[in-house]
């Protein structure tokens, strides 16, 4: 990164930073156009960040932080796509298919939604929830066509300020939230913002990726270590604060994510050694522990369905009925409205809450062909990764490491799926828009250049 281009990210993440200590969520939005306006490169850690800050905004205002955002920057986009004609805008046929395919399945789970539900969810409750999807499908379609518009220089870019502002962006929100948070009362920020502790709590993990992009790699200075394993380590204390389980499991998975794609997964003698040892320490500590009377304790929690349904809180109860409703409706599911989903729990749990796994959650509303479409989407980003990862590890990862890491958050994302429903969540789409828009781009310079594939 030249001079210019650090002090522009110094200043953008200290814009980001004071918006938030204002608490008025406008001011993200009029405070970041400024740079995305002057510079498209900064569309791409604004997207990544939106979602996570959204978490923080506290004072009142009528519409969403995240809606907000999507409402000022889809003039830009198109603009960008259908009228700046510099670039003309290139997609790749397949991955159109894939918004085109969701929308449909939108369209038609809304009409499924209004058969299944009961008296007391109105029908204009659904339209509000399907019309709020699909305009996120479009944006997310517009954002996916300007992203392969950037090039692949540009996205670069963009993800080296996103790693270059990871540091003081971790640090600001640790500020931020013992200053905001123990102002509003927010003692362990539990459903602090517009957002759900553990849903947030998982995307600042899964962003930490960026940290970790400054941590792992060889050739790092002290300095760098440093600063990113204090703000890794802050990070931590967030999580442990907000009393987490998916958040504190997120850690775990993002480390070992971090350390295989970030590394490499060769097995060479000394981390063969590493691991024998440790897995010999593990066995032989579990085996004179397992008698003792706190681990007996604690096995006696999962001793039962009932233990166990209470230590996830109630999420085992909750896959039953949602593999138990898919099911009864494998074709058409029961519909596409999270309102549908809560009524169907009330009725057989007595509890209105949604399943708490986003592939139970496609296959309960959507039914086989919305988990069978979920599933390619998955298919396809990870078969990109694998090919933008063959071809990066040939080459020193300082150089083209970047483009790996939202491929890291986004894994870890796929993971806590299991145990959040977040299907039409912004920060996960924004990462599906950014990595087919990279496999694009990818595949695009192999046909191009295929000596430079080989």
């Not at 499908?137 to 502002?165: D, W």
């Amino acid at each position: 990164m030249n001079g210019n281009l650090k002090i522009a990210s110094i200043l953008f993440v200290l814009v980001l930073w004071g918006s938030m200590m204002v608490s008025y969520p406008p001011l993200l939005v009029l405070g970041a156009l400024p740079f995305i306006l002057i510079n498209r490169i900064f569309l791409v850690p604004f997207m990544i960040l939106v979602p996570l800050i959204e978490g923080g905004f506290i004072l009142p205002f009528p519409v969403y932080t995240e809606t907000l955002t999507l409402l000022v920057i889809a003039p830009l986009l198109a603009f960008d796509i259908f009228v700046n004609t510099k670039n003309k805008a290139f997609y790749d046929s397949r991955y159109v298919f894939i918004y085109i395919a969701f929308l449909l399945m939108a369209i038609f789970g809304s009409f499924v939604a209004f058969n299944s539900a009961e008296i007391e969810i109105k029908n204009t409750t659904i339209i509000k929830s399907i019309s709020d999807v699909i305009g996120r499908i479009a944006f997310f379609f517009f954002l996916y066509v300007a992203y392969v518009q950037l090039g692949i220089h540009k996205i670069r870019m963009g993800l080296q300020v996103m790693q270059f502002i990871s540091v003081p962006f971790f640090i600001g929100f640790f500020i931020y939230m013992n200053y905001r948070g123990i102002i509003y009362g927010y003692q362990q920020y539990l459903n602090f913002g517009y957002t759900s502790h553990g849903t947030w709590s998982v995307s600042l993990i899964g962003i930490s990726a960026y940290l970790f992009y400054r941590i792992i790699p060889k050739g790092r200075s002290f300095s760098q270590i440093f600063w990113a394993m204090t703000a890794y380590i802050m990070s931590i204390w967030i999580v442990i604060s907000s009393d987490s389980r998916n958040g504190l499991l997120s850690l775990v998975i993002m480390l070992l994510f971090a350390v295989l794609i970030l590394r490499g997964t060769s097995m060479s003698a000394p981390r063969a050694l590493v691991l024998f040892f440790a897995g010999l320490a593990s066995f032989i500590f579990v085996i004179n522990s397992w008698n003792k009377p706190l681990v007996v304790e604690f096995r006696h929690q999962f001793s039962s369905s009932e233990a166990l349904d209470e230590f996830s809180n109630s999420r085992t109860s909750l896959w039953a009925i949602g593999i138990r409703g898919f099911l009864e409706k494998p074709l058409t599911g029961h519909g596409g409205a999270p309102q549908i989903t809560r009524q169907y729990a009330r009725k057989y749990i007595g509890k209105d809450l949604v399943l708490h796994n986003t592939f139970l959650e496609v296959a309960f509303q959507y039914g086989i062909v919305g988990l069978f479409l979920y599933l390619l989407l998955q298919a396809r980003i990870l078969n990109g990764f694998f090919e933008i990862q063959k071809r990066i590890t040939k080459r020193p990862l300082e150089d083209d490491g970047v483009f790996l890491l939202p491929f890291i958050t986004y894994f870890s994302f796929i993971f806590s799926a299991l145990f959040i429903s977040w299907l039409w969540r912004s920060i996960v789409w924004g990462h599906i828009s950014l990595l087919l828009a990279i496999i694009t781009l990818h595949q695009k310079s192999i046909r191009e250049s295929p000596d430079d594939a080989s």
